[in-house]
């Protein structure tokens, strides 16, 4: 490897990561790079964000001690309640951060991806507060089944687009954002979604969702004056899992990251990359991702929009083959289960991305058995209540 | 010499510019490829194939849709490998391949180098592979001798420029505008001082791509000092406006492709 002086490697995660994009964007990632590296420890930036983040988003959420599902499941299990920040999920962190950072590198124009549209709708309020135009790719497959979050999106005054190729789901929102990018790079900033994308999105959206695992610490730390044993968040591409695993990284906690076992991992009905994937390259990074032997990205299927995705953030890719998290998927059946369970348990309705992590606690009780353990409650379920219901068979 | 630098070596002495084509391998359907590439090799200087890969970030509607049809007529990279041993049993025009990079990085780069070498590639175009990334496929390309081209693009920095043309071997890919490929109405604004720009620098031929459509266009970016024109997306319109009769297709490419040089031709 004679020339790996030459082409110093960037954003790498020992080998994963790095920016595999179109020249024209290079020169825009290395604008964003080098204004996040000046901005994030930039204090009047820093107050800003940390403002909006209180006053407008409500943080801190909180960590919520559910009894009657500890009771039935024989745990401890603490909710960190990311469905009570604004917009209903842990979005939000991201795209106030991200489109104050636009913001301050002078670009009046933000676009966006989303597949449950949550990301769309906490990136259509970000850009509504702080005076952005808004535009958010969405497949057409999505639109159908989050017709709510569609007219959310609008009614905040973003442009929402319908994307019509590949598969019309979450990572062909992704290509035609990529594609306007390349277009009104000199304008527009990208407002990635999650901790996927060329460096240096995997990074910042990293870094913006930290808060989630700060918060959670501190607050453990107060309750239980103990580290809890495990932390279990749900991973699609995977910026909640890394929000709240981050902070513990060092410290002697367990971490599960649960993919979307769709119909079941040997159905080939899934999106679960870290549990069935391969090394491939995917809208800028190195990663795991669904592929076939010729390397063409693979449908993918999941009950939930927000998972529905081939690949996954190249950090997750790292500590997959580290051994640092483990990774697991369950079913789409086993995540109404737990749609239902929280619902009825503690009056909860958990986004069905989030209840792929509680499905979990049933489906591997020994693994936590009278133990402390932290669910990462990514979202609110409200958004899925007619996904649910035709799930169910039920007209409503 | 690269088959592509004599090609320009000897355009050159000629005083004429390059007609570079491109189309999507297997569309619409594999057997047609080695037919369609001999009708624009007719004119064409070089011919860029681009193997379909599912998620063509770097491409418009047109190319998306060429891209579709051929996958699901089931063209893989292994046919486009063949695809290209058949053309060069004929045909001494040079080939470029243009795929996505995850179809090289799955294949293994060094063996997807050497084994499409082998069968008469002489140059590999990334859209989707900056200079940073772009080392090993460097070092495969420098192995097994065949070219590597780079892209430019109106966002490139003048840093950016210096190191890219350090690397670029056969020829250095312009993109004339800011956005993904396909036919436009008018050249790009931007153009004339870009490639007055990247001619100060570069050490191998230059050609501008993307949205070049058009006899107009093509005169236009050589009379502004690039040595050659890329046109994609007019001669799949071809193709997609023909798809019923083959004869007519084949005709229609001849005679755009011959209009295309002839425009190349005058403008040096």
């Keep these: 490897m004679k020339y790996v002086n030459k082409f110093p490697m960037k954003g790498k995660f020992d080998g994963f990561g790095g920016q595999f994009v179109p020249e024209t964007i290079m020169p825009a990632l290395e604008e964003l790079e080098a204004a996040y590296k000046r901005l994030k420890d930039d204090s009047k930036f820093k107050r800003e964000l940390d403002y909006y983040l209180r006053e407008y988003a409500g943080r801190p959420t909180p960590l919520y001690l559910a009894k009657n599902l500890s009771n039935l499941v024989g745990m401890k299990v603490y909710l960190k309640r990311e469905d009570l920040a604004m917009t209903g999920a842990h979005k939000i962190n991201n795209t106030l951060g991200q489109a104050l950072l636009a913001k301050y590198i002078g670009k009046t124009r933000v676009i966006a991806e989303t597949g449950a549209g949550q990301h769309g709708v906490a990136t259509a309020t970000a850009a509504a507060m702080l005076g952005l135009k808004c535009d958010v790719y969405m497949g057409t497959v999505d639109m159908e089944r989050q017709k709510l979050n569609v007219f959310r999106m609008r009614l905040l005054g973003a442009r929402v687009i319908p994307v019509k190729s590949g598969s019309c789901t979450l990572k062909d929102a992704v290509n035609e954002a990529i594609r306007d990018w390349t277009a009104n790079v000199r304008t527009t900033h990208y407002l990635l979604g999650s901790v996927v994308g060329p460096h240096p999105y995997p990074m910042i959206v990293r870094d913006f969702q930290r808060v989630i695992g700060k918060e959670t610490k501190e607050q453990i730390l107060n309750v239980e004056k103990r580290l809890p044993d495990a932390i279990v968040a749900c991973v699609g591409g995977g910026s909640n899992a890394i929000g709240i695993f981050y902070d513990f990284l060092d410290d002697p906690v367990e971490f599960y990251g649960i993919e979307a076992g769709g119909k079941g991992l040997e159905t080939g009905k899934h999106a679960a990359p870290l549990c069935s994937g391969s090394k491939g390259i995917l809208h800028g990074s190195h990663s795991l991702v669904m592929q076939d032997k010729f390397g063409q990205i693979l449908p993918t299927h999941s009950i939930s929009a927000g998972l529905d995705y081939p690949g996954v953030g190249p950090e997750h890719a790292f500590m997959k083959l580290r051994g640092r998290i483990h990774y697991d998927s369950v079913t789409d059946e086993e995540a109404m289960g737990a749609f239902k369970l929280l619902s009825e348990t503690e009056g909860i309705l958990p986004a069905l991305e989030s209840a792929h992590a509680i499905a979990y606690l049933k489906k591997m009780p020994s693994k936590f058995k009278g133990k402390v353990v932290v669910i990462n409650l990514s979202g609110r379920g409200d958004k899925d209540v007619e996904t649910a219901a035709k799930e169910m068979e039920v007209k409503v | ?268």
């Design chain 2, 1 to 268: 010499m690269s088959r592509i630098s004599a090609k320009f070596e000897a355009l050159r002495s000629k005083r004429e510019g390059a007609l570079i084509a491109f189309v999507t391998a297997g569309y619409p359907k594999p057997e047609l490829t080695p037919q369609i590439v001999q009708t624009l090799a007719r004119h064409a200087d070089i011919i860029e194939l681009g193997i379909p890969f599912s998620d063509p970030i770097a491409d418009g509607p047109t190319i998306q849709g060429a891209t579709d049809r051929a996958l699901k007529a089931g063209t893989t990279p292994e046919t486009v490998r063949e695809i290209i041993s058949q053309i060069r049993c004929t045909s001494e025009v040079p080939l470029v391949v243009l795929t996505y990079y995850n179809i090289v990085f799955k294949c293994g780069v060094d063996k997807f180098v050497r084994d499409f070498t082998a069968a008469g590639m002489d140059g590999i175009i990334i859209p989707d592979l900056p200079v940073e990334e772009a080392g090993e496929v460097l070092e495969a390309t420098r192995k097994y001798g065949a070219d590597l081209i780079l892209l430019v693009a109106p966002t490139t920095t003048p840093e950016r420029l210096k190191r890219i043309c350090d690397v670029s071997s056969g020829f250095l890919y312009v993109v004339s505008l800011l956005g993904v490929t396909g036919a436009r109405e008018q050249l790009s604004e931007s153009i004339k001082p870009l490639i007055a720009d990247v001619r100060k620098i570069s050490r191998v031929p230059i050609a501008v791509g993307f949205g070049i459509s058009n006899p107009e266009h093509v005169k236009g970016v050589i009379m502004a000092g690039a040595d050659g024109a890329i046109v994609g997306s007019a001669f799949i319109n071809l193709i997609n406006k023909n798809l019923k009769d083959q004869q007519k297709m084949l005709r229609e490419l001849d005679q755009f492709g011959k209009i295309l040089k002839a425009a190349a031709r005058l403008a040096h």
